[in-house]
C-alpha cells in the first residue's frame, strides 16, 4: 500500500531522467571517453531508488526558537609596543598626575596617559601644535650608548 508521499515520490523518480548535457565540440587530441557521461547518468537514478523504496516516516518538524542576534564584538585593535625617550623632569610630571589621579580616586596607568596626551594632541591646530613643539627641549637622536 503506497501513502501519498510514497507515490509522489515515485512518480517523481519516474519523470526525472538523466539528461545528457551537450558537450562543446573540442579539439580532436584532447577527446574524452564516452564512459563519463553514461556512468554519471546511470548513479543519478541509482541514487535515487533506494530513497523511494524506504518506508515513509511521519516526522513533525519543531518549529525551533529563532536565534537572537549576538551583541556584534568589537573588533580588537592591535596594540604596538614601542620605546621611547624623554627628559627626566617631563616623565616626572607623570608620576606627579599618576599621584594627584590616585589621590583623587582615580586608578591610571603611565600608558593611559600618554594615550590621553595623544588624544588631546589630535585636537590641536598645527600652529598650536608648532608653538608647543618650538617649547620643548631638543633631543638627542638614537639610543643612549652603554
Known amino acids: 500500500m503506497a501513502t501519498r508521499v510514497q507515490a ?5 523518480t519516474e519523470t526525472k531522467k538523466p539528461v545528457a548535457k ?10 574524452k571517453p564516452a564512459v563519463k557521461p553514461a556512468t554519471r547518468a546511470a548513479a543519478k537514478p541509482a541514487a535515487a531508488a533506494p530513497a523511494a523504496a524506504k518506508p515513509e ?5 519543531i518549529a525551533k526558537p529563532e536565534k537572537t542576534d549576538k ?3 568589537a573588533k580588537k585593535v592591535k596594540q604596538v609596543r614601542d ?3 624623554m627628559p627626566e623632569n617631563e616623565y616626572a610630571v ?3 598626575v599618576k599621584k594627584s589621579c590616585l589621590k583623587a580616586g582615580v586608578e591610571i596607568k603611565k600608558s ?4 590621553i596626551g595623544v588624544s588631546l594632541i589630535k585636537n590641536l591646530k598645527i600652529a598650536e601644535l608648532k608653538d608647543i613643539l ?3 627641549t631638543p633631543l638627542k637622536v638614537g639610543r643612549p650608548k652603554k
Request: proline content about 8%.
Open 112 to 115: 593611559d596617559l600618554l594615550r
Open 57 to 61: 516516516k511521519k516526522v513533525e518538524k
Open 94 to 96: 607623570l608620576a606627579q
Open 134 to 136: 618650538g617649547s620643548l
Open 71 to 73: 551583541p556584534v564584538k
Open 83 to 85: 620605546s621611547f625617550t
Open 8 to 12: 509522489a515520490a515515485a512518480a517523481s
Open 22 to 31: 551537450a558537450a562543446a565540440p573540442k579539439p580532436a587530441a584532447v577527446k
